[in-house]
């Protein structure tokens, strides 16, 4: 059911509709090397295809699972003659390019530069992280989109229809919601609707005429929803992005949504309880400490039971990340600690907060003038821990969120009476 015109190509209308530069260019022969990013069956192969057919130019296609550099020189060597002899180019489509070492990837680059063929790579995967610098800026970068919903509806009635490429000579039935369903599991992906419903006729058609296909004979084909997902690339920092943000903002229902998202797409649970036990302290913080108790409970528990009872407590840490007081007070208060230690001189420890386990140690002054707080009316004494270039330095801002509150309170007591000591001693 591949498309064989232009015309017959659904979806990606930004490309390759009427008037759309791609479209345009490739109806004037005018071909270029491109690099063509988006998700499993949204037509990268189809519309190389359609490129060589429309332009008249020679097509030469295979895998980077499958190849290597001995298969490119080969493939750039026919290309050279062929244009030679006959001035015809060569497309040169290569499959999951990103799967290409950058050694690899380097082999096509004075052949591209020369022209000796237009290079046509497709990729699921972020071409700004997979393909290297020199290739790409070579490359026009065009961006296809999953399919949408209707754009899979018209695919598959055409497959239904079809009596020589598709599905017509069984004689199948099929209604609108049943497509739908269909349309819904494929996630996009054209090729996963075509396979879908292949099957799901062929199940049917064994049985009573008219074969009329079913939800039950869709769910039996379609096992499980395709989730596009890559746990190294671009979707995964999408997703953990969206779970994040979510969290954050605090609602939950988007946070539980994303969450699950990553589970069912194949996610490591014990990684999304890592990200929940980080996002306790860097955006509740003391807002509410209970969140990073409660969080490494999640991952406990999720250890302990495994799947798929553990999920269960990734989704309450989930739910209560989200509605807990936000403050990102302690994430900042590290940063800024952080940043002095990094960037300024490695100070002395104050003598008088040394310890002084020896004799030499107490001779050389470690220790003088310490002040045993617990002796201390109220526990509390005035003297200065931080080195004497960062006195007074103040990293800790609390919030007015949660029980932050009250530690901003005290904190701010605190600063109150040290304050009012040293003005009393000077």
């Known amino acids: 059911m591949r498309p064989q015109t232009l015309d017959e190509m659904v979806g990606q209308e930004h490309l390759v509709g009427p008037g759309r530069v791609l479209r345009d260019a490739i109806e004037r022969g005018e071909l270029h090397s ?3 990013w988006g998700p ?6 189809t519309l190389a295809s359609l490129m060589a057919h429309v332009a008249g130019a020679r097509f030469v296609a295979f895998s980077a ?18 244009r030679t002899r006959s001035g015809r180019r060569t497309i040169l489509f290569v499959d999951e390019i990103h799967r290409f070492n950058r050694a690899q990837q380097d082999a096509f680059l004075p052949h591209v530069e020369k022209g000796t063929v237009v290079l046509v790579g497709a990729t699921t995967e972020n071409p700004s992280f997979e393909v290297n610098g020199a290739l790409l800026s070579r490359c026009r970068v065009y961006v296809l989109h999953g399919l949408a919903e209707d754009d899979l509806l018209g695919i598959m009635r055409r497959a239904l229809t079809d009596r020589e490429r598709g599905l017509a000579a069984l004689r199948p039935e099929a209604d609108d919601d049943a497509l739908r369903l269909i349309a819904r599991l494929a996630n996009g992906d054209a090729r996963a609707a075509l396979n879908m419903l292949e099957l799901a006729v062929t199940m049917v058609a064994r049985g009573a005429r008219p074969a009329r296909v079913t939800d039950t004979a869709i769910r039996e084909a379609a096992q499980k929803k395709t989730l596009l997902y890559d746990k190294s690339g671009e979707e995964h920092y999408n997703l953990i992005s969206a779970l994040h943000k979510s969290l954050r903002d605090s609602d939950p229902d988007a946070s539980l949504y994303w969450m699950t998202r990553m589970l069912e797409s194949g996610e490591d649970p014990l990684y999304v309880a890592r990200r ?5 302290s860097e955006d509740v913080g003391n807002a509410d400490p209970v969140a990073l108790t409660l969080t490494l409970a999640a991952k406990d528990a999720y250890d302990f039971l495994g799947s798929p009872e553990g999920e269960l407590a990734l989704a309450q840490a989930t739910l209560y990340l989200a509605l807990a007081p936000k403050s990102n007070a302690v994430y900042t208060a590290y940063n800024e600690a952080k940043a ?4 300024r001189p490695t100070e002395p420890v104050p003598l008088h907060i040394r310890n002084a386990p020896t004799g030499l140690m107490k001779g050389l002054g470690y220790g003088r003038g310490y002040q045993y707080a ?14 004497e270039a960062l006195r007074d330095r103040q990293y800790y801002q609390p919030t007015e969120r949660g029980l932050e509150a009250e530690l901003g309170r005290r904190l701010a007591e605190w600063r109150r009476w040290r304050a009012e000591q040293r003005n009393r001693s000077s």
Do not use: N, W, Y
Request: aromatic share 2%; hydrophobic share 40%; proline share 4%.
């Open 65 to 82: 699972v499958l190849s290597g550099v001995k298969e490119i020189r080969q493939v750039i060597a026919e290309a050279d003659v062929e």
């Open 40 to 45: 499993p069956g949204s037509g990268k192969t």
């Open 374 to 387: 617990h002796d201390a009316e109220d526990a509390r004494v005035d003297q200065e821990h931080l080195p």
């Open 276 to 280: 929940l036990v980080r996002f306790a």
């Open 340 to 343: 002095d230690v990094e960037e």
């Open 34 to 36: 491109m690099i063509l």
